[in-house]
């Protein structure tokens, strides 16, 4: 070791040592932070990375080398070979991508290792190719113990070089890496030039010209460090496009695109922090769930285009109110939520009325003005809630609350109203588990002519037997299935399976299917009864189609529109409920009607109420005048039998002529056993029914 120092204080020119280890030092820098670079990336990234590597490593190896070289004092005049001396660059490049590729192959544990040796092999090739082409005047002989040093050194410090480069398991391997390939070098050169010997020829020192080679080793110095600094630029700059790239994609990742407010996951985050918050120093959070209450309409009477801007206008009142301790964040299309650090109570409200206002202050979209208004429902934590999931679900069930409280649009959570909602959502999903099982079922109740006795045909109702809770009656679980999605799902069902059913009847009578406002606002819905029709058999003119005139009511034109298709099948249309509601002369003029059903809640008060019988007796009137026949629904005693019948009223159906049962009890073997004459005449003695009767709108799908 101080043989080799002393060769580097007596032998060379110490300043140019200096500049040899800053290109050595830069060098060893760059490379080790572009090979980390091609060693993350694949395919064609990978290729550049690793030539811009090699260029950055051949020209520092072999410039510390050219200039350390120039720093030495051989006490005899020198040259180089040119030829000789540019094949030593080529060999420090060859070499150094050959151990490069195979340092990042990944083909064993030991790859970087191996391909750090191999770059070691290409450091001693490099520089003993450089001292063939330095050309001294003198005899030259080695050191061959200091030679196999050298080597030695190269060999073992640039494996450990790249192998700290590619371990990455603490944030100084890279250093420890540079520290290593900087060795690597330095060792090899000052060891092999401490083994290199020179006894010098009686020759005129005017042979060669010392100033003129220091000059060339700065100059090559200046070269080194141009490709160095071009290497390191390269790396930068990649550095700060990856750097900016995260940083947009973990934007993209936590924020929502349309309104810059945090998303999902950022609020998830958030309220996670704000629990933890909350548990170690005792204090309380509260979570605000958001849901708009005219989005819906905006959309549709206005366009996505003006919903996407009421959410943006909305968004940025939000993110204006928040002060310390205050997040919102939208969760998904208009729903939002809150959260808010607790303070005291009065904070709570004064932040609940600043963000009421904001979702409430009128919107100007161009020529028109909408107030969005928002059910908002809040619930604490940790009084209303212990766990994060429970207080999501109990802030959400305040909110549903909300929606469904006209008076107040902020309700906070309370457990003994909130339970019913919550007991109904589980109904929901009950509900759609229960569609998913096969497990409703379709009972029948007959529609009889009042003059004759005879079967008129059957209306399908839809049935409900829970596995836990028994019957669940259809007022009940039909609007669930509209406000949850499931009732086109649900209708389609009853409509194929009533067909499949009726196309086998004998005699050949027709069935009568209600059909929701969801289903008819159904764009397909013509198209999917002539499929229905088609796939089960059934003649078109034995399907009766049931509508209450609300369902008419929301789009008359679009409406009239379907009717007439659906009629153009074959298949017959019937007014549900008439004489409740909207029902209007202008809706019987201008629809094309087969039948008139009129409403149980006239039936109750017939016998009794003067003004139930006369409006009775219009709408009977109103249907002969028009030439459509009238069904009565909700018939339970003789005497509503008989003042029907004097009125002149088509057809009947209620319990008094049959209650809705499953088809099995009125269909053996294809054939209907009860005639309607036989049924009627069942009913001629029969009691009274102090049973309430069920609406039978809501009974179906």
Not at 230 to 251: F, N, Q, T, V
Not at 567 to 577: F, N, Y
Request: one cysteine or more.
């Amino acid at each position: 070791m101080m043989t080799v120092l002393g060769c580097i204080v007596g032998k060379h020119n110490i300043w140019l040592v200096i500049v040899a280890a800053v290109v050595c030092i830069a060098g060893s820098w760059v490379i080790i932070r572009l090979f980390d670079r091609a060693a993350s990336t694949t395919g064609a990234q990978r290729i550049g990375w690793h030539l811009l590597t090699t260029a950055a490593a051949g020209s520092a190896i072999w410039c510390t080398h050219f200039i350390a070289m120039l720093a030495y004092y051989p006490d005899a005049p020198v040259s180089f070979d040119p030829v000789m001396t540019i094949v030593s660059l080529l060999v420090a490049m060859v070499g150094v991508q050959l151990g490069l590729v195979v340092a990042a192959s990944g083909l064993t544990g030991l790859a970087p290792t191996v391909g750090g040796g191999i770059v070691g092999l290409a450091i001693v090739a490099m520089h003993y190719t450089g001292m063939m082409a330095y050309r001294v005047q003198g005899i030259v002989s080695w050191d061959r113990s200091y030679l196999a040093a050298s080597i030695f050194l190269s060999v073992v410090f640039s494996g450990l070089a790249l192998h700290f480069a590619m371990r990455r398991v603490s944030r100084n391997d890279k250093y420890i890496a540079m520290g290593f390939l900087v060795l690597a070098i330095v060792s090899l050169h000052f060891t092999g030039m401490t083994a290199f010997r020179v006894s010098p020829m009686l020759i005129d020192g005017s042979f060669s010209n010392p100033a003129a080679l220091q000059a060339l080793a700065l100059a090559v110095a200046g070269v080194a460090l141009i490709i160095v600094g071009a290497g390191l630029a390269s790396y930068l700059i990649d550095s700060s496009m990856r750097a900016e790239s995260y940083e947009r994609l973990r934007h993209m990742a936590m924020n929502d695109n349309l309104t810059s407010l945090p998303n999902r996951a950022s609020f998830n985050d958030h309220l996670d922090h704000e629990l933890r918050i909350a548990d170690e120093t005792g204090g309380k959070v509260a979570l605000i769930g958001i849901d708009l209450d005219r989005f819906k309409e905006i959309n549709d009477l206005r366009g996505h285009a003006a919903g996407d801007e009421v959410l943006k206008i909305l968004a940025r009142r939000m993110s204006n109110l928040l002060g310390d301790g205050e997040f919102a964040s939208r969760l998904g299309g208009d729903e939002f939520a809150a959260v808010y650090r607790m303070q005291h109570q009065a904070g709570l409200a004064d932040f609940l009325a600043r963000l009421e206002a904001a979702l409430f202050k009128p919107i100007r979209l161009d020529d028109y003005e909408v107030v969005p208004g928002a059910s908002i429902g809040v619930a604490l934590y940790p009084d209303n809630a212990d766990n994060k999931e429970a207080l999501i679900n109990n802030a959400d069930l305040a909110m549903y609350r909300a929606k469904t409280d006209i008076t107040r649009a902020v309700c906070l959570y309370e457990q003994s109203m909130d339970e019913i909602v919550r007991a109904r959502r589980t109904l929901a999903s009950e509900l759609r588990q229960a569609i998913e099982n096969n497990q409703l079922d379709i009972h029948y109740q007959v529609q009889t002519s009042i003059s004759t006795g005879e079967v008129c045909g059957y209306e399908a109702l839809l049935r409900w037997e829970h596995t836990q809770h028994g019957f669940i009656p259809p007022s009940e679980f039909i609007p669930l299935a509209e406000e949850n999605g499931l009732i086109q799902q649900m209708g389609e069902w009853v409509l194929r399976t009533a067909c499949t059913k009726a196309a086998s009847w004998d005699p050949p009578y027709k069935v009568a299917v209600n059909l929701s406002p969801v289903q008819f606002a159904h764009g397909d819905l013509p198209k999917l009864v002539l499929e229905i029709l088609i796939e089960t058999g059934l003649p078109a003119d034995r399907l009766e189609l049931e509508l209450t005139e609300s369902t008419i009511f929301a789009d008359r034109e679009r409406s009239l529109h379907m009717l007439r298709q659906i009629k153009a099948l074959g298949v017959s249309i019937a007014l549900d409920d008439f004489g409740t509601g909207y029902s209007s002369l202008d809706t019987l003029r201008s629809f094309p009607f087969d039948k008139i059903k009129l409403d149980r809640s006239f039936m109750s008060e017939i016998e009794s109420n003067p003004q139930a019988k006369a409006i009775i007796r219009a709408v009977l009137a109103l249907g002969k005048s028009l030439d459509i026949p009238v069904l009565a629904e909700g018939i339970e005693t003789h005497g509503q039998l008989a003042l029907l019948s004097a009125e002149g009223c088509d057809e009947a159906q209620g319990y008094l002529l049959g209650r809705p049962v499953p088809l099995n009890q009125i269909v053996t073997s294809g054939q209907i056993t009860l005639t309607g004459s036989e049924l009627l005449g069942k009913t001629a003695t029969a009691k009274p029914l102090e049973e309430p009767a069920v609406h039978s709108a809501a009974h179906s799908a």
